[in-house]
């Protein structure tokens, strides 16, 4: 498949026939289920884009039956910033309901196939564009990270997915999981596609309260994979991960070297504080978001004797298993007698995870990690709700903390399924984030 930064440079007519080229293929890969649907509009170069962004006109159902029917009359602040940059929502891509999950296995479209390993899940909750993508059905994606949503199918697919800093890209039109947490991020075929992309959608948007009004400096335009780091290593991070994981940390970090850098043996919090303070956190702002899904104002409606029948009856219906455990945790923590002891101690908790992040970073440029703790699962692996939790042990800091991140492929296991590492910087350095994975990424092709 072409690279964003080749697409960018073609003419008219060969994006026409790009996109020509894309669509034939698609719907001749139906049994992949990385799409939902495809629409299009505008004919710049096309991007995929996750069923929980609002683009004006189309259906976005965030992979839900109870948004069926809805059709969003505006566009997100991504959207506008593609279509100024040359770029146009091209399909959308499946995805864990309400992004809840970590396998694309709870969309009310059924599950997205891994094209690595079409057993296997692609991940979530981007599964759908983490697939295109790395089936070469998408030149570039977008996706959303709450709590690893875009890097960790980026490293179940083996292609590249960033998490930009909380507030470094507009949230306005995103379909709102927790606010506190959720990012829109590019989910791309190489390191220097993510930084392109990156630079379209990012900045300040005075529509979203949570946007940065910080100043903001393209990355693309000066990317420098020689530039030489001090990146942090975690090896009780990695004491648990699966042999295919340990291997593909310790070939990084022997490439990190090769290329110059500074490697220093750090230590974090035990990840188990992070994985308790995200789902109490996570949770709770999930059910006060989804509250708004009542059947009344849009989406789909099931008619019930009175108003709370009704209620009852749309949101049974329309929300599906993984979505109501959350709703009913969230509102668990929230309410009289648990708040203090749940959700109160989980902030103190998620302010301690930043405060050591703070600490480490004024010693390191970067903090190499893993992503999950094993590749990709075959399907129903992750049925158990506690371990898809668990799965998410090694993403979900950094959304506590709201720093950048990126998730790239460093290795394969002995069955070829790819094996993806993250990158991690201090808020707003994403440009040493990328010139870090520029450098990793070529290190470990060399």
């Not at 996109?19 to 990385?34: S, T, V």
């Not at 649907?37 to 965030?62: C, F, M, Y």
């Not at 007698?337 to 440029?365: H, M, N, P, S, T």
Request: charged share 25%.
């Amino acid at each position: 498949m072409i690279t964003l930064k080749e697409a960018l440079k073609l003419s008219a007519a060969d994006i026409a026939a790009l996109r020509a080229e894309l669509r034939d293929n698609i719907e001749a890969d139906g049994e992949l289920n990385a799409y939902v649907a495809l629409d299009e509009r505008g004919d710049g170069v096309p991007i995929a884009i996750k069923d929980n962004i609002q683009v004006k006109g189309w259906s976005v159902t965030s992979g839900s039956k109870i948004l069926q029917g809805y059709v969003a009359p505006y566009d997100a602040t991504v959207i506008g910033k593609l279509e100024a940059a040359g770029l146009s929502p091209f399909g959308r891509t499946n995805m864990d309901e309400f992004a809840m999950g970590s396998t694309t296995e709870s969309s009310c479209y059924g599950k997205t196939l891994n094209p690595r390993d079409r057993s296997r899940v692609p991940g979530g909750s981007s599964g759908g564009s983490a697939a295109a993508v790395a089936a070469g059905l998408a030149v570039a994606a977008l996706g959303s990270d709450t709590g690893g949503s875009i890097r960790q199918p980026a490293a179940f697919c083996g292609i590249v997915g960033m998490k930009p800093t909380y507030g470094r890209v507009s949230r306005y039109g995103l379909g709102a999981y927790a606010s506190s947490l959720d990012q829109i991020g590019p989910m791309t075929q190489n390191v220097e596609d993510a930084a392109i992309l990156y630079d379209i959608i990012a900045g300040h948007d005075p529509h979203d309260s949570t946007s940065a009004d910080a100043a903001y400096e393209t990355v693309a335009d000066k990317l420098d994979a020689e530039r030489k780091l001090t990146i942090a290593v975690l090896p009780s991070y990695v004491e648990n991960a699966s042999e295919a994981v340990k291997k593909a940390y310790a070939k990084a970090i022997e490439a990190l070297k090769a290329a110059g850098h500074t490697i220093a043996e750090k230590e974090l919090l035990d990840p188990k504080f992070d994985i308790s303070a995200y789902y109490i956190t996570a949770t709770a702002e999930a059910s006060t978001n989804l509250a708004r899904y009542d059947g009344i104002r849009y989406g789909s409606r099931v008619e019930g004797e009175n108003l709370s029948d009704l209620y009852i009856k749309t949101r049974s219906e329309g929300f599906g298993e993984e979505v109501k455990r959350r709703i009913l945790l969230g509102n668990f923590v929230l309410s009289s007698g648990y708040y203090d002891a749940y959700y109160v101690k989980a902030q103190k908790v998620r302010r301690l995870i930043k405060d050591e992040y703070d600490a480490l970073f004024e010693e390191v440029d970067l903090i190499l990690g893993p992503v999950a703790p094993d590749v990709a699962p075959e399907f129903g692996a992750l049925s158990d709700p506690l371990q898809m939790y668990l799965s998410d042990i090694y993403t979900i800091s950094v959304n506590l903390a709201g720093l950048p991140a990126i998730s790239l492929p460093v290795d394969t296991d002995e069955n070829g399924l790819p094996v993806g590492l993250q990158l991690i910087a201090a808020p707003f350095a994403e440009q040493k984030l990328f010139d870090g994975a520029l450098s990793l990424e070529r290190a470990v092709q060399s």
